[in-house]
């Protein structure tokens, strides 16, 4: 079978990831063309993969205006650009596996998946988690049956405090009107994971959380705009972009910082980009901590859990069940699942498999192996289409809905007002 030949659109951090899937299963995929309007970017992507002159485009508007030049688009881009560009490749006749979040706006989520149903094109979400031996692991246990009727699940993603400061108060998703609530940034992934462990819909949500530490009022005396102009708390402040930035390392977050990998051109981007400024004193507005209360239609209850405060970054979690309670930890690539059974006492350790060395546990080449067996007609049953993804999506956005007006969701309702509201929108 010959290789999926593939469109990058953004080559920026995920770009390059998946760009890592065509290099390590060229039987799989090929990139044969790449659109990225930051030149250094571009050259760099299109040396790596050996990609003609005339498919390096500058823009996703580029790529569209050559008519269709491969089988897929991977979706690469920010989030505000999704929308215009993965509708542009569906009308193209490109199958698209499109970056999370599917939009920041709302309809324009509902408007995607109605897209892909009307152009009959695959429309695949990276919810890469699901294809983390992890938390297929952790489906799988919940599944068999061993825990007794699920009860109750607390499921939490904590931030270590770096990385809440990198993306969160500095970076692409500080910002509600640039990038959308964090809630869905972040945790559309663990909306995610969750209805597809316990494949129960949800009956009613609330939310509560605020931005509460990243404040101009919080900002040590004499802090000036920049770490890098003298700030009198260098020594004792734990966001000093120096350090943080200063480690000889590549990848991300320093790959953000400034592409170029040396700590040289990194520390002179601080002067100038976003990651040297003062967290204090920041554009951001998004929240530093929320919670979600879920009650699902079987009655079982879930508390969803977002903090940006951790001294480690993971995901911890536990579902009680009437027979035995499951512990996970997912963090920072050291993972546990232990099963205790409530009669006996009986602990059972859970083997994870490791599958690869990919990012998110292995899940970001995972999620490219199921795109490509959906394209050659065997989809798995995990299959993140952009219908499965929409749920995801609409819980994230309720959060934010109830956080900010204090009000209880009724999920039902909640759905059908926003396809309703959809449709009116865009004459669907
Ligand atoms: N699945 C996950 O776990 C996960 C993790 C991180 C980020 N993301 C998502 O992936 C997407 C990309 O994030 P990132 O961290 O790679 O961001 P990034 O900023 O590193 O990359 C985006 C790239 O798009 C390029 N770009 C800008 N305008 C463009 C245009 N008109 N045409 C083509 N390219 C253009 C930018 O120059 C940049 O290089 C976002 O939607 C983000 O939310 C998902």
Not at 193 to 203: D, E, G, H, M, S
Not at 248 to 259: I, Q, R
Not at 303 to 326: C, P, V
């Amino acid at each position: 079978m010959p290789p999926i030949t593939a469109v990058i659109l953004g080559a920026g951090g995920r770009g390059s990831v998946y760009g890592g899937y065509g290099l390590n299963f060229p039987q799989n995929m090929e990139i044969v063309a790449v659109a990225e309007p930051r030149p250094d970017r571009l050259a760099r992507f299109a040396t790596q993969h050996d990609i003609a002159p005339s498919h390096q485009f500058a823009s996703w508007e580029d790529v569209m205006k050559a008519g269709k030049i491969a089988d897929v688009v991977i979706n690469c881009t920010m989030d505000r650009m999704h929308i215009d560009s993965t509708l542009a490749a569906l009308e193209t006749g490109y199958d698209v596996l499109l970056e999370k979040p599917m939009s920041p706006v709302l309809h324009e989520n509902v408007r995607l998946v109605q897209a892909a149903e009307e152009y009959g094109r695959h429309l695949q979400v990276c919810h890469v988690l699901r294809y983390s031996p992890f938390f297929e692991a952790v489906r799988g246990v919940v599944q068999s049956g061993k825990l007794g009727r699920i009860i109750s699940v607390d499921h939490r993603e904590n931030l270590v405090y770096w990385h809440m400061a990198h993306s969160f108060v500095r970076g692409n998703w500080r910002n509600l009107a640039e990038a959308g609530p964090m809630i869905l940034a972040k945790c559309c992934h663990d909306f995610d994971i969750l209805y597809w462990i316990l494949r129960t819909p949800v009956a009613w949500l609330s939310s509560f959380g605020s931005l509460t530490h990243f404040r101009p009022e919080n900002a040590p005396e004499g802090a000036p705009l920049r770490c890098t102009d003298g700030c009198p708390a260098a020594n004792t402040c734990k966001y000093n972009a120096v350090p943080l930035y200063a480690r000889d390392v590549n990848g991300w977050p320093w790959n953000a910082v400034e592409l170029m990998p040396t700590v040289e051109a990194r520390m002179e981007a601080l002067k100038t980009g976003p990651y040297g400024r003062c967290v204090y004193h920041c554009d951001n507005d998004v929240v530093d901590h929320q919670t979600v209360n879920m009650e699902l239609v079987d009655g079982t209850t879930v508390t969803l859990l977002m903090q940006g405060q951790g001294n480690e970054e993971g995901r911890t979690m536990r579902y009680d069940g009437t027979h035995a309670t499951l512990y996970g930890r997912f963090v920072a690539g050291r993972y546990s699942l232990t099963i205790r059974y409530h009669q006996t006492g009986e602990e059972e350790i859970v083997p994870i498999i490791a599958k690869d060395e990919s990012g998110h546990g292995g899940g970001d080449f995972g999620i490219v192996h199921s795109f490509v067996n959906a394209l050659r007609g065997t989809p798995d049953d995990s299959v993140t289409t952009a219908r499965e993804s929409l749920e995801s999506h609409l819980l994230a956005f309720a959060a934010e809905e109830s956080r900010l007006e204090h009000s209880v969701i009724n999920m039902a309702e909640y759905r059908t007002r926003v396809e309703g509201e959809a449709r009116q929108k865009y004459a669907l």
